[in-house]
């Protein structure tokens, strides 16, 4: 008798978007059998995970006509509202004696007689390939029905999927929009920040009920992922707002990173640094894919009644708009938010900015005052002195004026201008407005000594390649003197030199040092001046006299552990500060602890002060002039959040002349620079400089 049957997929409830239904099969009625038997009626059962509501569609069922009505062979169960059995009470499935979980839709556990009549003869020789092949299949059957079995633990513990549900729903809600509120300033983290409506959610709600499931997944997860990126881009922005005061730069500051890497190997070793560059990149790809799970999820939840979802979007949309509107504000806030847009608007105008002042500074570069002047004009009043530029690191205004570091530092000017007057010298000091803050020293020393305002890797790297004239180099070429550089901090290859005009340079192992280092710093400020004595300033065969420029480092961040002061004639090899660096503060504990950083730091001044002046006092001469400076404030966990980017700037020397030179320049006698003493550009030290001592512009255009 003909058998006809008419099937259609069966499709399941529609439930949260990351649940995986359990398989839907159906099965195929055998052939009529004689009169005397019943006919089988086998049914396949699909389950909707507990806590769950199936969708608002009815499921399609499948019917067999056997030259008579339809007969049902699927049935649609759902777990969440019925009563599970009792215990021992034996399921629908089990009755036929054999497991009721089919291979797949439209497939029964075994084959029926007309597919076994249909087969062809098999030769005795195949059976062996054949019987192996039914294990392959059985196998097969046995992974899918262990791969249902888990997919269909919701409908066996309903409690916990519900809670496992509702906690990745507001997990999901949270990274969201605290993604969206997120601020890029570390003091404005706050939880009235994220008491907002974000705009951008209400958007992107509106834009999603509109698409259909794969169109609106795909623009969940790259949204999400885009959400995760701008996350990453707020904590580097507070991170650099804290350490360098300014924001993270899109297009030039990715080499920094490296910069940050080294630091922490140098400063907790290379194990601890290496951890947290594993750490980073572990947390952006979690950041991201956490983000985007969020998205495709909360999107789901979203379609799942259109109507109340559309509802409370217009809703949010018009709460919005009014707020808005109204100006309505809570914490001083605004209550209607759109910080994302503002933010991706910022950052593009900031890429476009870094790409016009690339050209712009190129210009710049290549004019110069004194580009054209002749060897001979230049620093003609200096000439027959020793002249030394010095860097202290991290010396800042705040460790002259911040009541918590300021008593212990202005204690150790007062006493050590005093010391230096009793040898001979003045001292008159000043105050210039760094281009740097935190860190980026380099960005210091080149705006000094370049006379252009060196505030990004991109102008850094313009200026080092141009022929803009350095101070240093102005000494260099005037052939007056000889150039040399003593570089602590510098561990590898320095092309910078070429730029810089000098002869030779010291890195920080061609010293003889033999002594433990201090956190990042290589070796005592101490030690590095004995060098600079030993090697090149106290050489009796020279017969020019010497410009340096030297680079001090031991109040370097973390500023743990700090040398003290030892007796000069017992410096040696630097062997014994090892008994000092193994008593000194951990960094690690200084790190962490804001006003132990801040104590720290105000010691750190005073010992590179002191160590300077000393060794003016012990080595200098009538001949010796001395300009140190700050390159920049410490980060803002020291100086503070709104602290100005000021350092102090000295020139000491015993022949009254070359104070004489300066006297226009109205700075503080001694070497504390008085509050109301005039502040500079750090760019226009170079050319007051060169003026002051007699050398003549003479510009040059490139």
């Known amino acids: 008798m003909p058998v006809t049957t008419h099937s259609s997929p069966l499709p399941s409830p529609q439930g949260p978007e990351d649940d995986t239904p359990t398989p839907t099969t159906t099965t195929r009625p055998e052939p009529e059998p004689p009169a005397a038997e019943s006919p089988a009626r086998e049914s396949a059962t699909t389950e909707t995970p507990a806590g769950e509501s199936p969708a608002a569609e009815s499921p399609t069922v499948e019917s067999a006509t056997v030259d ?29 004696g054999k497991s009721a979980e089919p291979d797949k839709a439209g ?8 597919e076994e009549s249909s087969k062809p003869d098999v030769p005795e020789e195949s059976a062996e390939p054949g019987a192996s092949a039914g294990a392959g299949r059985g196998e097969l059957r046995g992974l899918r029905a262990r791969v249902a079995y888990w997919r269909g633990w919701r409908g066996r513990y309903p409690r916990a999927a519900r809670v496992l549900w509702w906690t990745a729903t507001v997990l999901s809600l949270v990274l969201v929009f605290g993604a969206l509120s997120l601020p890029n300033r570390v003091f404005s983290l706050h939880v009235s920040r994220f008491a907002r409506l974000p705009g951008e959610a209400i958007i992107g709600a509106a834009v999603l009920l509109a698409l259909p499931r794969r169109p609106r997944v795909a623009l969940a997860a790259v949204a999400g992922a885009a959400l995760g990126a701008l996350t990453i881009l707020n904590v580097l922005d507070m991170q650099f707002v804290e350490y360098l005061g300014r924001d993270f730069d899109l297009v030039l500051d990715w080499t920094l990173l490296d910069d940050a890497r080294s630091y922490v190997a140098d400063s907790m070793g ?6 947290a560059s594993i750490g980073l990149v572990l947390l952006v790809v979690l950041i991201m894919a956490g983000m985007a799970l969020a998205t495709v999820r909360l999107s789901g939840i979203l379609v799942r009644d259109t109507r109340r979802a559309t509802r409370g979007t217009l809703i949010a949309g018009t709460v919005w708009i009014t707020c808005s509107v109204l100006g309505v504000q809570y914490a001083q806030l605004p209550v209607a938010s759109d910080q994302v847009v503002r933010t991706l608007a910022f950052e593009a105008g900031r890429v476009r900015e870094t790409l016009r002042d690339e050209a712009a500074f190129g210009k710049v570069a290549r004019s110069d005052t004194f580009g054209a002047t002749p060897p001979a004009q230049l620093v003609p009043d200096l000439r027959g002195k020793d002249v030394i530029f010095t860097f202290i690191e991290s010396y800042g205004r705040s460790a ?33 407005t760094s281009a740097t803050y935190g860190g980026s020293s380099w960005l210091g020393h080149s705006t000094t000594m370049s006379g252009l305002w060196v505030d990004t890797q991109q102008r850094y790297r313009t200026v080092m390649a141009s022929d803009h004239l350095s101070l240093t180099k102005a000494f260099q070429k005037s052939g007056a003197w000889d150039t040399v550089g003593v570089m602590p901090g510098v561990q590898k290859g320095w092309p910078e030199q070429k730029y810089y005009g000098l002869d030779k340079v010291y890195n920080a192992f061609q010293m003889g040092y033999q002594g433990p280092k201090f956190s990042w710093s290589t070796m005592p400020d101490q030690y590095a001046l004995e060098a600079f004595q030993r090697l090149e300033h106290g050489r009796t065969d020279r017969d020019k006299p010497l410009m340096s420029e030297i680079i001090l480092t031991s109040s370097h961040q973390p500023w743990a552990p700090i040398p003290k002061m030892v007796d000069w004639d017992e410096l040696g090899d630097g062997s014994v500060f090892e008994g000092i660096e193994e008593a000194g503060e951990k960094a690690s504990d200084v790190i962490s602890d804001s006003a132990k950083s801040k104590e720290e730091y105000g010691k750190s001044i005073q010992y590179s002060v002191t160590a300077l002046t000393e060794w003016l006092e012990r080595y200098g001469t009538d001949d010796t002039v001395l300009v140190f400076l700050g390159d920049h404030q410490p980060i803002s966990r020291v100086s503070g959040n709104n602290a100005s980017r000021d350092v102090p700037v000295s020139i000491v020397a015993k022949d009254p002349k070359v104070l004489d030179k300066i006297a226009g320049w109205n700075w503080t006698d001694g070497l504390k620079p008085a509050h109301d003493a005039p502040v500079w550009k750090m760019s226009s030290f170079r050319d007051r400089f060169l003026k002051a001592y007699g050398s003549t512009p003479h510009p040059s255009t490139g």
């Open 68 to 96: 008579g009505p339809a007969v049902e062979s699927a049935t649609v169960e759902n777990p969440a509202a019925e009563t599970p059995p009792a215990e021992g009470r034996p399921s629908e499935s089990s009755e036929s």
């Open 107 to 114: 497939e029964t556990a075994e084959p029926s007689d007309r």
């Open 270 to 275: 290379g194990t601890v640094a290496m951890a």
């Open 400 to 432: 002259i004026e911040d009541d918590g570091m300021a008593p212990g530092v202005d204690e150790t000017l007062e006493t050590r201008t005093a010391a230096l007057a009793k040898a001979g010298f003045s001292a008159k000091s000043g105050w210039l």
